[in-house]
């Protein structure tokens, strides 16, 4: 966790206003939380720290690519990512975090570690479903996209010209001559 201590910020001697700071996150990021998703990374995080008389407000903006693989082929790609998030810290008597846009800190408290913040803005960006944009267009050509569709169920088509019992052609017509 070493690693994690360039993601501390010490507020106390900060000035009241905006203070800019900016984060690269690559894969040796994620591998700190255990987090192995990702074939590597590659994102830029902008932080603004808004001091103020009682409370501070951080807000984030991740942008850049991961390589993931594809869920449904395996198949590695680069997934876009962009996402925003805004964090107030409040000081109160016990730290709290239960709300996820509001975390409480101890009034002796002079420092926050944004880490986790970091980590959970950018895989909470991540689509539930991670597919190769080749298969959305049709352009990925692969042996498990082939298979896939070998075993996938056939639409039967169904014929208009079917033989029907003369007696249900009768009981329709009851519906239709009221």
């Not at 449904?72 to 990512?81: I, L, R, S, Y």
Request: glycine letters at 4%.
């Amino acid at each position: 966790m070493k690693e994690l201590k360039a993601y501390t910020i010490p507020f106390v001697g900060l000035k009241v206003g905006k203070h800019h700071f900016d984060y690269h996150i690559d894969n040796t990021f994620f591998l700190e939380f255990d987090y192995d998703e990702f074939n590597g990374a590659d994102l830029d995080v902008d932080l603004i720290l808004e001091k103020k008389t009682t409370l501070l407000e951080l807000n984030f903006h991740a942008k850049g690519t991961v390589h993931i693989n594809c869920d449904v082929t395996n198949e590695p790609f680069d997934q876009a990512v962009e996402d925003t998030f805004k964090l107030v810290v409040k000081f109160g008597e016990h730290f709290n975090d239960d709300n996820e846009e509001i975390l409480i800190l101890p009034h002796g408290e002079y420092q926050i570690n944004i880490a986790q913040y970091i980590y959970e803005l950018i895989v909470l960006a991540l689509p539930a479903k991670k597919v190769h944009p080749g298969i959305e267009d049709g352009t990925l050509k692969s042996e498990i996209l082939n298979k896939l569709e070998e075993l996938s169920p056939k639409e039967q088509k169904t014929d208009d010209t079917e033989e029907t019992d003369p007696r249900w052609d009768i009981l329709k017509k009851l519906l239709t001559d009221k």
